[in-house]
């Protein structure tokens, strides 16, 4: 072309061309390179999408006790940092085959030692990678501690301490990422160097031949070596991608551990629906272990009929909450099974089993939504009018109504702008919208003051009526209406009856009751002589100055 620029008779009009065939070139150069890069963010990010909601959808499908043994940290970094790690395996190989794919494969041919290197140090690299990674869900599961925790941290003076804490996790983190990429730095350097040294042989060689007058002709030889140094670029961006791919496939082990784990409890190959009402619900001969060899549950057995209330006591430790974590599968007993209507709950499927349970528990959960949006979790597409009844019968719809935006006001992080009795009654109205069969309260008032405890107590027992009900608590006093208490110990049946009839006993029943009437009693009797002692004082302190 410059030939042609000198010697055109028309060079003006020659340059012009060569003006716009340069303004061609970069413009297709820059779009295509535009177009490259969508591709790739495109593909990536949809491998990533799938990945992470597949993730997450497996996180679901995990028995309860998977999530016992499990830090919730290390679970969100599986999903958060782990996923993003994986990107790297396919952005940084496809860039690299896009930029020259025939050099690439020339390269996969003639660079057997630098691939030998590469691999060696690929195996430490994603050793030190896994080890970054578990650091990260440490620094991740701290965070969530210290946020989750932060009323207490505050109130004990714990700055210090967590503050140590986090620093020797967010130090080991950083430690493992310089070893990490100390080792990674390596590789670029060796392997270009040892392409280098395969160029300056082939070089030595050639050249010898052409000077002796034998092998291919210089020029041949000349394109032969420049298309050879043109392999220590990709060589060398190789070497580069190993690292990333290195870290993706540390990730992706941790991420396929988890998708590997099968879910304990599914639905049986030929489930059925349960339909209401409920008529019997039935205990047989029921055992369940946590850890092998160590029973939390032996031998359960009972019948509880439509409509009646059973209340279940006992010591902390005697598996209360794990006998009632029975019913809606969140465990499988280890032995016998556990029926409602004839029907074992095993081949019944999960999703028709649960929605015919309601469950009220001490510790509320309730999300980062606003107030509507979580009671109607209880029925999602629930008219605001059925909302507005089920708040109303649970004893919300006052304080509901006097908040700034009322039934779509945000509640914040697990319903922190509110208090324990406001949380407490929606998860009651969500309930009550819920309208199941099956009631479970697991401690629902325990943890209230009487004012809040009185309406939570009267919205329950709103909730109670036509439901067969199964109740835990602590507090004798909230079971003494209860058709029937099974008085646990030691994860067995030690008892049960009425109230009336267990008190006439000589066993456990009578003993705790005794116990919390004592405390109880204790406790009236201190309130009721602190103003009495303080009117004494005043007395005497009258006295005092006026003699």
């Given at each position: ?19 716009f065939v340069i303004v061609l070139v970069f413009l297709l150069k820059n779009i295509f390179w535009y177009a490259q890069s969508f591709l790739i963010v495109r593909v990536e990010q949809g491998v990533i999408r799938d990945l992470r909601a597949s993730l997450y959808r497996h996180y679901l499908g995990l028995p309860i006790e998977f999530y016992n043994d499990a830090g919730a940290g290390t679970l969100i970094s599986r999903i958060t940092n782990d996923v993003t790690l994986v990107r790297g395996i396919l952005a940084y190989t496809t860039a690299v085959i896009l930029a020259n794919w025939r050099l690439f494969l020339l390269t996969l041919l003639v660079a057997p030692p630098a691939f030998y290197l590469i691999n060696r140090v690929g195996r430490r690299l994603r050793r030190y990678s896994t080890r970054s990674q578990e650091r990260m869900a440490d620094i991740t599961g701290g965070l969530q501690e210290t946020i989750l925790g932060i009323r207490i941290i505050k109130a004990f003076n714990l700055e210090r301490h967590m503050g140590e804490r986090f620093r020797r996790v967010n130090e080991d983190y950083g430690s493992s990422v310089i070893r990490m990429n ?366």
């Amino acid at each position: 072309m410059i030939a042609a620029l000198v010697h055109s008779p028309d060079r003006l009009e020659t340059l012009r061309r060569f003006c716009f065939v340069i303004v061609l070139v970069f413009l297709l150069k820059n779009i295509f390179w535009y177009a490259q890069s969508f591709l790739i963010v495109r593909v990536e990010q949809g491998v990533i999408r799938d990945l992470r909601a597949s993730l997450y959808r497996h996180y679901l499908g995990l028995p309860i006790e998977f999530y016992n043994d499990a830090g919730a940290g290390t679970l969100i970094s599986r999903i958060t940092n782990d996923v993003t790690l994986v990107r790297g395996i396919l952005a940084y190989t496809t860039a690299v085959i896009l930029a020259n794919w025939r050099l690439f494969l020339l390269t996969l041919l003639v660079a057997p030692p630098a691939f030998y290197l590469i691999n060696r140090v690929g195996r430490r690299l994603r050793r030190y990678s896994t080890r970054s990674q578990e650091r990260m869900a440490d620094i991740t599961g701290g965070l969530q501690e210290t946020i989750l925790g932060i009323r207490i941290i505050k109130a004990f003076n714990l700055e210090r301490h967590m503050g140590e804490r986090f620093r020797r996790v967010n130090e080991d983190y950083g430690s493992s990422v310089i070893r990490m990429n100390r080792t990674g730095a390596l590789a670029p350097p060796i392997t270009e160097m040892l392409g280098a040294g395969m160029g300056v042989i082939i070089l030595y060689l050639g050249g010898r031949d052409i000077v002796r007058g034998a092998g291919m002709e210089g020029a041949q030889f000349l394109m032969f070596l420049i298309g050879l140094f043109a392999l220590m670029q990709p060589i060398r961006a190789l070497s580069q991608v190993n690292i990333q791919i290195e870290e993706g496939i540390a990730a992706s082990e941790r991420i396929f551990k988890i998708l590997d784990t099968p879910p304990t409890v599914r639905d049986a190959p030929r489930a059925r629906s349960l339909a209401p009402p409920v008529r019997e619900i039935r205990f047989e001969d029921v055992s369940f272990e946590h850890v092998p060899g160590v029973p939390v549950l032996r031998d359960i057995r009972f019948d509880v009929q439509a409509g009646e209330m059973i209340a279940i006591v006992g010591l902390s430790g005697a598996g209360k909450s794990t006998l009632i974590d029975l019913l809606p599968r969140f465990y499988d007993p280890d032995a016998g099974r556990i029926l409602i209507n004839g029907e074992d709950i095993r081949v019944v499927r999960l999703e028709s089993l649960r929605s015919m349970i309601g469950l009220v528990t001490q510790e509320t959960v309730l999300f980062d939504d606003t107030v509507e949006a979580n009671i109607a979790l209880g029925k999602p597409g629930a008219t605001h009018e059925e909302i507005v009844r089920a708040s109303e019968a649970a004893n919300a719809h006052r304080f509901i109504r006097e908040m700034p935006q009322g039934y779509a006001t945000p509640i914040g992080d697990r319903g922190m702008k509110l208090s324990g009795g406001q949380r407490q009654r929606l998860a009651i109205a969500r309930a009550i919208l819920r309208d199941p069969p099956i009631l479970v309260l697991d401690e629902a008032t325990s943890a209230l003051d009487s004012e809040s405890e009185a309406l939570v107590q009267e919205a329950v027992e709103r909730l109670l009526r036509n439901r067969t009900t199964f109740v835990i608590a602590h507090r004798l006093s909230t079971v003494q209406e209860a058709d029937r208490i099974l008085v646990l110990d030691r994860g067995r049946i030690e008892d049960e009856g009425t109230h009336d009839e267990l008190l006439a006993r000589d066993g456990l029943y009578q003993r705790l009751y005794r116990m919390q009437f004592r405390d109880a009693t204790a406790e009236r009797s201190s309130a009721a002589a602190a103003p009495a002692e303080a009117a004494d004082a005043a007395r005497e302190t009258a006295g005092r100055s006026h003699g």
